[in-house]
């Protein structure tokens, strides 16, 4: 009988550090599952059209959804 209670346990060991394991790969990853932030929104200074802030480009007149409406400035 106590053979059957250590082979259990040595079971069940096995199988946690198994899982451990497994969490900490999870984490090296970096968290890819992680749901990313929202980003602003802006409209383009000639046309009006909203895009990521991290796409827009910055011109004299304000922010623009591509180089023609950058060189063509605000509407």
Known sequence: MS??????FLGLLAYLVFKGL??????????????RAPERMV???RCGVHLPESEALE???????????RR???A
Do not use: M, T, V, Y
């Open 22 to 35: 497994q969490r900490a790969a999870k984490r090296r990853q970096g968290g890819a599952d992680r749901p």
């Open 72 to 74: 063509l400035g605000a």
């Open 3 to 8: 053979k059957l209670i250590l082979l259990l």
């Open 59 to 69: 011109g004299d007149g304000g922010r623009f959804c591509s180089e023609e409406h």
């Open 43 to 45: 409209a383009c200074a």
